[in-house]
């Protein structure tokens, strides 16, 4: 079970309910941070620009379409927090919108016969002790555990499901791309799969900006690494400790077209030399050493904008997913458990 969860750091919220409820006491519990930190950030103003306005229209009619409880799950959001509910979707199509929004992240990924995907979760820092992990009790889909930010809906960060399914995702800055259904929508509905193969059918069937998926399921021995954005999808798995920082490495159209910052870079390279010395994943995701920028970010003029907000590491032992979550630079975890 979860430690204390009222004591100050990474917050917990338990939800039950359709996706409107859902997505209403997410909304409300992020109300105060978004109206605090996040409308007065540009990046707000920038995804709301006119300029966006068809493409926003466009992408808000096809999840409508195709994703109806997931559209519920946003306009209770919006309801939430007490905002527009345009302007709310608007915010949950950032990364279609823009190449380059600060959602970094960094995740390990060890096969073998117990897998595990291991994450950092990297945000503004403004959002640090803002955000939360919600444990989800829909009416028609898995029960959920994900971390969540203010004003966003789950499925873009770490997640684990009853259905035994984990997700970690990282941001891909993809470019010259025409999203149809949003990135984050996708995450989300991803979140409602029953196994791998439903979750790949799934993402191989809808354009959209970039991300990277580990994925990997109780009572399969796979871990997947997946790239998609644009319509294009690349699914490899995972054979040897691998790391992922943030930019594509195996889809074709991310190879040819994307922006790869000097962190992600940088984290990619220091995550390859301590997997190669054997270093175990906590340690990884906590690294601050190197040459170049960290693994574990918490400098208030880090050139993304973005800080280590969360570390998780998930494992699959055998009938049961064990977890933790941590929200600081040492020390034990925040949250724990099996699943």
Excluded at 131 to 137: L, P, R, V, W, Y
Excluded at 184 to 191: K, N, S
Excluded at 240 to 256: D, F, K, Q, V
Excluded at 272 to 281: E, N, S, T, V
């Amino acid at each position: 079970m979860p430690q204390d969860r009222t004591a100050p750091g990474l917050g917990w919220l338990g939800v039950a309910g359709d996706a409107h409820q859902t997505g209403l006491a997410l909304g409300r519990r992020g109300a105060a941070a978004v109206a605090a930190h996040l409308r007065r950030h540009p990046l707000w103003s920038q995804v709301n620009a006119p300029c966006h306005s068809a493409r926003v229209a466009a992408m808000a009619a096809a999840t409508q379409a195709r994703f109806p409880r997931i559209w519920a799950e946003i306009a209770g959001l919006a309801e939430g927090l007490g905002l527009p509910l345009m302007q709310v979707f608007a915010w949950n199509c950032r990364g279609d919108l823009l190449a380059s929004v600060p959602d970094g992240c960094t995740t390990v990924l060890l096969p073998g016969p117990e897998p595990v995907l291991a994450h950092n979760e990297d945000g503004l820092p403004c959002l640090r002790d803002a955000c939360f992990i919600a444990e989800i009790q829909p009416e028609d889909a898995p029960a959920l555990h994900a971390f969540c930010y203010p004003g966003s809906i789950p499925g873009h960060t770490f997640a684990f499901t009853a259905a035994g399914l984990v997700q970690t995702v990282n941001n891909l800055r993809l470019t010259g791309i025409a999203p149809g259904i949003p990135r984050m929508v996708l995450g989300r509905a991803v979140l409602g799969c029953a196994s791998l193969t439903e979750a790949l059918d799934l993402l191989r069937d809808a354009p959209s900006g970039g991300f990277h998926f580990g994925l990997m399921q109780r009572g399969d021995p796979r871990i997947l690494s997946v790239e998609f954005g644009g319509g294009g999808c690349s699914v490899q798995e995972i054979t040897r400790p691998a790391l992922h920082a943030n930019h594509a490495l195996h889809l074709p159209g991310g190879l040819r077209a994307q922006i790869v910052t000097a962190s992600s870079r940088d984290r990619q390279e220091r995550g390859a030399a301590l997997l190669a010395r054997g270093a175990d994943p906590l340690t990884i995701l906590r690294d601050d050493g190197g040459a170049g920028l960290p693994i574990r970010r918490d400098a208030p003029d880090d050139p993304d904008e973005e800080n280590t907000l969360a570390t998780a590491v998930i494992r699959l032992a055998g009938p049961q997913i064990d977890w933790s979550i941590h929200d600081r630079a040492a020390g034990p975890a925040r949250h724990r458990g099996t699943a």
